[in-house]
Nanobody
Framework: QQQPVESGGGSVQAGESLRLSCVAR????????MNWYRQAPGREREFVAS???????IYADSVKGRFTMSLDSAKNTAYLQLNDLKPGDTATYYC????????????????WGQGTLVTVSS
């Protein structure tokens, strides 16, 4: 089991963009699902985006059309492109990796990063 490492957060103004990265290397023969969650100050953690084993993506309604998730398998890195950021997007963004498969090395595992902070001001 490994801990994903997020980066790319920062402080921006409304309408600007950021690109978050999540590095989680290994598990070449396993089924992997990568997720992004976020937790805003004073609010519960919420689902943001997901990319599945076949590359399909799922987005929360609140970010559809603004956020885009992608995966670079060669670098074992998941990305979240955050466009047209709004103050409501202010949160700590967490990378989550689900690992499963028929091989013992595949766990299964449910791995979480420490998060990267995104602050959007108006």
């Amino acid at each position: 089991q490994q801990q994903p490492v997020e980066s790319g957060g920062g402080s921006v103004q409304a309408g600007e963009s950021l690109r978050l990265s999540c590095v989680a290397r290994g598990y070449n023969h396993c089924d992997i699902i990568m997720n992004w969650y976020r937790q805003a100050p004073g609010r519960e953690r919420e689902f943001v985006a997901s990319i599945g084993v076949d590359g399909e993506t799922i987005y929360a309604d609140s970010v559809k059309g603004r956020f885009t998730m992608s995966l670079d398998s060669a670098k074992n890195t998941a990305y979240l492109q955050l466009n047209d950021l709004k103050p409501g997007d202010t949160a700590t963004y967490y990378c989550n990796r689900l690992v499963a498969g028929t091989y013992a090395v595949c766990g299964p595992f449910n791995e979480w990063g420490q998060g990267t902070l995104v602050t959007v001001s108006s």
